[in-house]
């Protein structure tokens, strides 16, 4: 008698139960939608899809425009490419800190993307809004501008050339590496070609007008001297280069800070700088020398030095835009 009650019980509760799960399915059925809730589905599930964007964008997967030449044509203006955001350890938010990173180290010649050294925050707040809006459309709507309007580059793109134990030297605009383990320096073509690196890095100025680029960044220390009299051959070569775009920042102050100290052996800011130019660039263990294979025309390490691997926030590992140029990046 006791089990009879209890299986009544419980087959009135499931009765009851259905019933009325029934009845609400009923009137959801039945109830007429309105713009607004019609409207409001419509919202919720675009957020959603936003928010899910925006994540697999930080932990998985982001989609990059190309803004600038400096790895043409390896990437062009424009190309969008996808970046892997897991193949140096996992960014806990934009610009944190990184987790399982221990094992998984920048390899050389990868092409990474990396938080510009250079770049000047518009405040935390303005920060995260522009990249909430350029994940959240993947990569179609940037609002970080720069005071000209052009777009601001908070994420670099370039090759991953020096590892940490490498010096690399550069003598007109040619790059020479000396890997850890090394007891001289070998040109990047000969290394590149011994090991089956990649052959994107390329070269596009002629090299006879460095002997003008010389000129220039030696006639620019006289005029910091005061000094009004330099020498005719300077002011000749120079005339091959000053109204050509050809300009290499690193060279130019490579030679000027030469000439200051010819001209001035006291100087010793000129003294010092001469000697890193001569010395080369040196990769600590750890960080990363990264160049833009448009080596004439790239805002890279040349200038701001190494960057720490905790800095890059992952590799290219393929192209989605345009459809004709759709596949692996090396």
Do not use: C
Not at 240 to 268: A, G, Q
Request: net charge neutral; no cysteine; charged share 25%.
């Amino acid at each position: 008698m006791a089990m009879d009650k209890i299986y009544t019980f419980l087959e009135d509760r499931t009765v009851r139960f259905l019933t009325r799960k029934k009845a609400i399915r009923a009137y959801e059925k039945s109830k007429k939608k309105t713009v607004l809730s019609e409207l409001w589905s419509w919202v919720d599930a675009l957020v959603f899809a936003v928010v899910v964007v925006i994540l697999l964008n930080q932990f998985l997967f982001q989609l990059f425009l190309i803004p600038s030449p400096s790895m043409v044509s390896t990437l062009n203006i424009g190309d969008r490419v996808i970046v892997s955001k897991v193949a140096y350890g996992v960014e806990l938010y934009p610009a944190g800190p990184k987790v399982f990173s221990e094992s998984r180290r920048v390899q050389r010649d990868d092409i990474i993307t990396f938080y510009n050294p250079e770049y000047e925050s518009k405040g935390p707040l303005f920060d995260i809004l522009s990249q909430i809006i350029y994940y959240g459309t993947l990569s179609l709507v940037n609002i970080d501008r720069n005071p000209d309007g052009s777009m601001a580059e908070r994420l670099y793109v370039k090759r991953a050339v020096g590892l940490g134990g490498d010096t690399v030297h550069f003598e007109d605009g040619n790059v020479l590496i000396r890997p850890a383990g090394y007891g001289e320096f070998i040109t990047e073509e000969q290394y590149r070609s011994d090991n089956g690196l990649a052959a994107g890095p390329h070269r596009s100025v002629d090299e006879t007008l460095y002997d003008g680029l010389h000129a220039w960044g030696r006639l620019y220390a006289y005029q910091e001297k005061g000094i009004s009299t330099v020498p005719q051959h300077l002011k000749n070569s120079y005339e091959s280069v000053k109204d050509s775009y050809m300009f290499d920042r690193y060279e130019f102050e490579s030679e000027r800070s030469k000439m200051m100290t010819l001209l001035d052996p006291t100087d010793r800011e000129a003294a010092s700088e001469r000697a890193v130019y001569r010395a080369g660039i040196y990769v600590p263990s750890g960080q990363v020398l990264p160049l833009g294979d448009n080596r004439d025309n790239s805002s890279d390490g040349r200038y701001f030095g190494p960057v720490s691997e905790e800095k890059i926030n992952g590799r290219v590992i393929g192209r989605f835009w345009p459809l004709g140029a759709v596949g692996s990046v090396k």
